[in-house]
């Protein structure tokens, strides 16, 4: 499983080369705002429901988004 700091800079980095800001990907993905920035941060890490969901929004796979 990829630690929490991973997903956090693959998830920003992901985000910001699909033109998101964080308070417009929070919303896409139903999150607030500092839930976000908290896994951004690496301080959660975002269970698979929500890894799903951003996965699908940002259009990559899983695969993708660990590999970054």
């Known amino acids: 499983m990829v630690e929490a700091m991973e997903w956090g800079r693959n998830i920003r980095a992901y985000r910001k080369?699909?033109?998101y800001t964080q308070?417009?990907?929070a919303k896409e993905i139903h999150v607030?705002?500092?839930l976000l920035g908290e896994i951004?941060?690496?301080i959660r890490n975002p269970d698979d429901e929500l890894i799903n969901r951003i996965c699908t929004s940002l259009d990559v796979t899983k695969?993708?988004?660990m590999q970054l």
Do not use: P
């Open 17 to 19: 080369l699909k033109g």
């Open 23 to 25: 308070q417009d990907f």
């Open 32 to 34: 607030s705002v500092s």
């Open 40 to 42: 951004e941060r690496g």
């Open 63 to 65: 695969e993708d988004m």
